[in-house]
Structures are given as structure tokens and as C-alpha cells.
């Protein structure tokens, strides 16, 4: 090895643990769970080794490296054109066909390759062996057995990994069919001749045969097109069928006999336990059934532990105060030390933390074991007659924990239509800082129904304006389904790590936020700005909304983080007993205003990466007046039953 900088692809399938290994092996903080299409971007991890630093790159799943989709493009120009000095093709042991399928699309990439069979314990379960010095053999690359959740062969895929970076041994290419063949040389020694891309000339070959439309669009040469063309006219002559159905089928025959000669039968399959919990699970009654006795139990439980939690440290950090007020600072520097800076820590610790970290413990558990994506599959009806497609559903509940996410997850769908509606219905889905004041202040001092009633609001809300926006945004869904995943018995390291990098994101990023927020709130007070503020939200906050004027300043806050609503609420009156400042309508009001009156700027701003500024600012309006809108009237109704 003489360079200094080598870079590693992980490459493969969606759902085989590409992600899992890039953690253990770069210490990476990539989102993990089990359904297909979480990467949507690629992450890059650096390791440093006795003088060499290699850069590790978690690329989308993908089943093709054709351009049906944005992850398909990202993952395939990355390989061809940064070129990494070796790609680990990650392989489901327990589906070996399926992605040795693309395997060969990789191989024709000519990347320099490993495939770590990683699901082995998996693959073992299910009764069978696969012979990987064969599978070796068979495909001329090196291949580890993996379990990347108990961390098992990784080490050997790296040292692997290293050797095959530095003997440079080209993959040799798995030749299809003579006629197929024949074509390909033929097509593969003109363009060698003619075009200089960063794609192998074989892989130009095969894709202009395969009708791709981006090869086809750089290949700037109407010969070589027009060679391509009578060339595919030969195949269709020969095979009555389209040369892309050709060449897939052709693959698919090679990976399926490839899968046959190495995999044996051991033993028995253990039970599928899975089939069974899903014949109960996904049972058109009792499905439904369990999905919402599962949330009432997960919203009560969090509920339960949060008060609970949230007021023994609130308590706890009362005995505090005596002994902030007594330090021999100037008054302004106590005031601001203890009302900005200690009641900032404070509240994260008390409002907030004890609500989401265990929303986050079970949020990583759903999705860890598999039973999120069978949410999406209950949900698939509702999520048609919005227009939206089951993979949809993904990014959507992706939103529970927190939008930013949610938003870049739509990227699995194929279509801009598709994307931007998913998009918009996800900065409405209740995120975890929403669930904290649905929680810590509605359900408190309202009573949970209470939340639970604000909840449903918002999903009709979401459910309607995904309708209107199906209706009125041109074009048609696609009836894509999302393939299911097996259940997985969830690993509690895994789990607790996933808890933590959600975690550590508020710990990090929300605290100084919060702190800096409590400061500039008691720096408006010494300056004695509130009231002017408050008063020019009146004319809305309060005539038309029914809120107390200061409620304009917490909103105000609250577009940075949404948690800050409340965090401010209690700073501003020096109070977490909300039910003193606020009246039963009032509290209400406030939750579900919060709910949907803004994306916080996190959001705004992946929405504008995403989309382009046009949309996000109309989604950013429309939102706003829409709460507006919908909070006053909800108030004016509210009336009668809470005067
Ligand atoms: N039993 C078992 N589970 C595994 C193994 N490797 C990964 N998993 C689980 O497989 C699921 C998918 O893992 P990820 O690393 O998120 O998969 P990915 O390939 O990055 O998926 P995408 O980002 O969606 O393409 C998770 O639930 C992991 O816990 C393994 O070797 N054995
Ligand atoms: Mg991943």
C-alpha cells in the first residue's frame, strides 16, 4: 500500500446490514432498522490504521444498477466514478439469489470487489449452508462470512478488504449467453475505441443494450448508437423479446444457478415463528387491533414514565436554586445564570428528556424487529386513497421520531410527485418534540384523551390534505409494494445505540439551542421587551386564538426547535405547573397549534434542499395559515364545551 487515502464502498441490496457494518467498522452513527431503503445518502466514516486513513462510504440499497431511482443513481455513479479502491458488496446469506443478481451488475462495474455474506446466522436458521470457498470460486472474488450485529468476521472482511486493495486483480466479467455475448464484444470494442467515460466499456455495452437512457444520453457518438440499435434488432430477432428482458433473464438464470451449486440443505429450519406472529398480525381484524392496542400502550407508557420522571427531577432540581441565588455574583449575572442558563438545562432535562428517551428506546425496537414495516403494510389502504404508495409509509412514520429524516427518506420513491406529497404529509406527522408537548402538557394537565383527541385531528388533517394534494398535483401513483421484511430479534446493543445517536442528536444539538434560547428570553426580559413583542402577536394570539399574548413569543422559539414552545411557556411565567397560566381551552389550542403551525428550520431547510425554496416556502405559508386558520376556528368551537 503506498498511497495514504484509500476509500471503501459498502454496496448491495436494501435492508442486508450494509449500515451495521459501516457503524462497527467506522464507529458511524448510521440510522439502522429493519426495512429496506433507510440510507438514502451516502455516509462516509474514516478509519486510521498504522499510517493509512481509509474512507468508508454506506451507500443507498439498490437491487439494480439501472436509473429507476435517485438511491439506484447516487450508489452507481459513486462507484464508476470516484472509483473506491475496493467495494464490499454486502449479500443476504439468506437470500443469496436475489443479490447475487446484483452482484453481477456490480462485477460489470469492474470495481475491485469482496462480498461479505453477511445474515449468517440468519441464512444458519434457516436450515441451510452455503459452500463460500465455492461461491468464491465460482464468481473469482474473495467472500467473508459476516454477522455484522454481533460484529463476527468483520474483522477478517477488513484485513480482506486491505489485501484486495493492494493486489489489483481484475474482477473477470460472468459472460452471458453466445448471441448476448457476440453483441456486447462487438458494441464493447467500438466504444473502447471511440468514448472515454468513467464506466467500463463493457458496462456501456451492456447498458445501451439494456436501453438505458443516461448511458445512452452521454454517449455523444449517433454511430454507436445507431450499432447499438441494429444490434438489439439481432436479439430481438433471435429471443422474440426485448434485449433488456434478455440480459435480465440471463441474470438472473447465472445468479440463480450460482445460488444452487453452493447453497446445501443442513438441517431443519427452525420454525418460522415470524409466518406465524404474522398470520395474527397481519390478519385484516385482529392486525388492526393489535396495531392500536400496541400505540395506546406505547402512548401510555411513555406517558406514564414521563410524568413520572419529569417531575421527580423537576422537584430534584428545585433543591438547586437556594444555592444559585446565594453565589456572590452582581444580581444581573445571577438572574441571568440561573433564569437563562440553569432553568435552559434544566427544562431539557426535565420537559423534554424524560419523554423522549424512551420514545426513542421503543421507536428503535419497532423498527429493529420488523414490525414497523408491517404498519406500513396495515396502512397501505389509507396510504393509496392519499395517492401514496406503501414505501410511503416508511419516511411518514420515520416522522414520529423526528422530520428531518423523514423528509430525506421520501427519496426511495421513483417519482417528484410522489416525493413532494410524502414529503409535505411528513412535516405534519407528530414528531418527537410535538409528542413532548402533546405529552408533557396536554396529556399533564388536560388529561391524556386529551392528547389522544389532538392526535386524531392531525392524522384527519394529514389524511385530507393528502387527498386534496392527490387530487390536485398532477400524475397518477405508481402500486408499488414494499417488500416485507423478516422479524428479527432485536440485538440490545443495537437497539440502545440507536436510542442513543437519536439522543445524542438533542443532547447535542437541542441543548445549547434551548440554552441560548433561555438566555435571549431573559436578556428580552431585563430589557423589558416582552410585553411590546407580545403585544403586536394580540390581534392573533388572543382575540382570534384565545392564547395569552406571550404565546406569540413561545411560537416565535419554537421555529427553531418545537419543544421550545413549552420550554419558553414555563421560562416566561417561571412556572412548569402550566395549569396556573394556562386555561383548559387554552392548553388545547396550544397543542394543536404547535402541532402544524410551522416546520421547525431544520426541516425548512432539508424541505428547501429537497424541493427548491418555491416549495418550501409554500409548504412553510401554507402551514402557518392553515394553523391559524384551523386554531381559531377550533376555538371559537371550543367554546361551548370549555368556556
Ligand atoms: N440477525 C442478523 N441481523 C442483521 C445482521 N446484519 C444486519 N442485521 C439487521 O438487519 C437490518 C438491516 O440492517 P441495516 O444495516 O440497516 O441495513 P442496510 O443494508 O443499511 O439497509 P438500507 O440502508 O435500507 O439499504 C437491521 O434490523 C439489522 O439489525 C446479521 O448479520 N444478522
Ligand atoms: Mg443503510
Known amino acids: 500500500m503506498n498511497k495514504k487515502l484509500y476509500t471503501i464502498a459498502l454496496a448491495g441490496n436494501a435492508n442486508v446490514g450494509k449500515s451495521v457494518i459501516f457503524n462497527q467498522l467506522t464507529g458511524g452513527n448510521q440510522i439502522i432498522g429493519n426495512w429496506p431503503g433507510k440510507t438514502v445518502e451516502k455516509a462516509e466514516g474514516l478509519i486510521e490504521q498504522e499510517g493509512i486513513k481509509i474512507h468508508v462510504v454506506d451507500l443507498p440499497g439498490i437491487y439494480s444498477l439501472s436509473t429507476y431511482s435517485e438511491e439506484e443513481i447516487v450508489s452507481r455513479e459513486f462507484i464508476a466514478k470516484e472509483k473506491p479502491d475496493a467495494v464490499i458488496n454486502v449479500v443476504d446469506a439468506s437470500s443469496l ?79 452471458y449467453g453466445k448471441e ?54 439481432g436479439l430481438i430477432k433471435i429471443h422474440g423479446e426485448s434485449p433488456e428482458t434478455v440480459i435480465i433473464s440471463e441474470r438472473y438464470t447465472i445468479a440463480s444457478r450460482i445460488a444452487g451449486q453452493v447453497t446445501k440443505k443442513k438441517g431443519k429450519a427452525k420454525i418460522n415463528i415470524g409466518d406465524n406472529i404474522d398470520k395474527i398480525a397481519l390478519n385484516k381484524i385482529t392486525g388492526y387491533i393489535i396495531l392500536l392496542g400496541l400505540m395506546l400502550l406505547i402512548f401510555y407508557g411513555v406517558f406514564k414514565f414521563g410524568s413520572y420522571f419529569s417531575e421527580l427531577l423537576g422537584t430534584s432540581f428545585e433543591l438547586l436554586k437556594p444555592i444559585f441565588i446565594q453565589l456572590p455574583l452582581p444580581p444581573l449575572v445571577n ?80 417519482r417528484d410527485r410522489d416525493r413532494f406529497i410524502a414529503a409535505i404529509l411528513a412535516t405534519l406527522v407528530p ?68 436510542t442513543w445517536v437519536r439522543l445524542k442528536d438533542f443532547v447535542y444539538f437541542a441543548f445549547p439551542i434551548i440554552i441560548a434560547a433561555n438566555i435571549v428570553m431573559e436578556i428580552f426580559t431585563e430589557l423589558n421587551w416582552v410585553v ?84 418550501a416556502t409554500a409548504v412553510v405559508i401554507g402551514e402557518f395559515l392553515g394553523a391559524i386558520v384551523l386554531g381559531g376556528i377550533l376555538n371559537q368551537a371550543l367554546r361551548i364545551f370549555m368556556p
Open 180 to 233: 448476448v455475448e457476440e453483441k456486447i464484444n462487438i458494441l464493447t470494442s467500438v466504444i473502447q475505441k471511440e468514448i472515454d467515460t468513467f464506466y467500463p466499456p463493457r458496462f456501456i455495452a451492456i447498458k445501451l443494450l439494456e436501453n438505458d437512457t443516461s448511458i445512452r444520453a452521454i454517449i455523444k457518438n449517433p454511430d454507436i448508437i445507431a450499432l447499438a440499435e441494429k444490434l438489439k434488432k
Open 532 to 615: 411590546p413583542i407580545a403585544n403586536f402577536f394580540k390581534p392573533v394570539m388572543t382575540n382570534w386564538l384565545g392564547l395569552p399574548p406571550l404565546a406569540g413569543i413561545t411560537f416565535l422559539f419554537g421555529i427553531l426547535r418545537k419543544e421550545l414552545t413549552l420550554i419558553m411557556l414555563s421560562a416566561l411565567y417561571h412556572t412548569s405547573n402550566f395549569a396556573e397560566i394556562l386555561t383548559p381551552r387554552q392548553i388545547f389550542i396550544f397543542g394543536f397549534v404547535t402541532m402544524i403551525y410551522i416546520p421547525c428550520v431544520a426541516t425548512i431547510a432539508v424541505f428547501k434542499r429537497e424541493f427548491g425554496w418555491k416549495r
Open 97 to 175: 439469489e436475489r443479490n447475487l443478481f446484483f452482484t453481477l451488475q456490480l462485477i460489470e462495474l469492474e470495481s475491485p470487489l469482496i462480498i461479505a455474506l453477511n445474515q449468517y446466522d440468519i441464512m444458519e436458521n434457516k436450515g441451510l449452508s452455503i459452500d463460500f470457498e465455492m461461491l468464491s470460486n465460482l464468481l473469482g472474488i474473495p467472500v467473508v462470512p459476516t454477522i455484522a450485529v454481533r460484529n463476527k468476521g468483520l474483522k477478517a472482511l477488513f484485513e480482506k478488504s486491505k489485501e484486495v486493495i493492494k493486489n489489483t486483480k481484475k474482477v473477470k466479467p460472468i459472460l
Open 335 to 414: 438572574r441571568l445564570l440561573w433564569n437563562g442558563f440553569m432553568i435552559g438545562i434544566i427544562a431539557g432535562i426535565t420537559i423534554v428528556l424524560p419523554y423522549i428517551a424512551p420514545f426513542y428506546l421503543i421507536l428503535a425496537l419497532l423498527e429493529d424487529s420488523g414490525y414497523l414495516a408491517r404498519i406500513a403494510f396495515l396502512t397501505d389502504n389509507v396510504m393509496h386513497k392519499l395517492g401514496l404508495h406503501g414505501k410511503a409509509f416508511m419516511p411518514l412514520i420515520e416522522g414520529f421520531g423526528c422530520t428531518v429524516p423523514a423528509v430525506l427518506g421520501t427519496r426511495i420513491m421513483e
Open 431 to 498: 414528531c418527537s418534540a410535538r409528542t413532548v408537548i402533546l405529552l408533557g402538557l396536554v396529556a399533564v394537565f388536560l388529561g391524556p384523551i386529551y392528547a389522544i383527541i389532538i392526535y386524531a385531528l392531525t392524522f384527519i388533517l394529514i389524511y385530507i390534505l393528502g387527498r386534496l394534494l392527490n387530487r390536485y398535483i398532477k400524475g397518477s401513483p405508481t402500486g408499488l409494494v414494499m417488500e416485507m421484511p423478516h422479524y428479527r430479534k432485536p440485538v440490545p446493543k443495537i437497539i440502545l445505540r440507536q
